[in-house]
């Protein structure tokens, strides 16, 4: 089982990037994904999450309105489009796949819940 990550680099503000979160070993049916992020001194943080299940997805306050998480079944990757990116945003994002997950599993963007993880890559933001 593996989680890669692509898609970072160095914008601008006010710029765009997409992540993509490649799985390998499994297959991404019946899991939520979630996106996370840590910046430098500071704790990892989710953003986001994706239900695989119904395409249900979740926003932390900090992203919503700006990021969208989408997922491609047939490419068993899912991606983390970035709009209007902020010097804030800057950090290492990872992607995380829980287990399986049935209809009436909640989901949250705790750490604990993900049990496979992607390296990371690398998103930083100029001013």
């Known amino acids: 089982v593996q989680l890669v990550e692509s898609g970072g680099g160095l914008v601008q503000a006010g710029g765009s990037l997409r992540l993509s979160c490649s799985a390998s070993?499994?297959?991404?049916?019946?899991?939520?994904v979630a996106w996370f992020r840590q910046a430098p001194g500071k704790e990892r943080e989710g953003i986001s999450w994706?239900?695989?299940?119904?395409?249900?997805?979740y926003y932390t306050d900090s992203v919503k309105g700006r990021f969208t998480i989408s997922s491609d079944n047939a490419k068993n990757t899912v991606y983390l489009q970035m709009n209007n990116l902020k010097p804030e945003d800057t950090a290492v994002y990872y992607c995380?796949?829980?287990?399986?997950?049935?209809?009436?599993?909640?989901?949250?963007?705790?750490?604990?819940?993900?049990?496979?993880w992607g390296q990371g890559t690398q998103v930083t933001v100029s001013s």
């Open positions: 995380a796949a829980s287990p399986e997950i049935g209809p009436r599993t909640t989901i949250t963007l705790k750490s604990y819940f993900y049990a496979y």
């Open positions: 994706i239900n695989r299940n119904d395409g249900s997805t």
């Open positions: 070993g499994f297959r991404f049916v019946d899991y939520a």
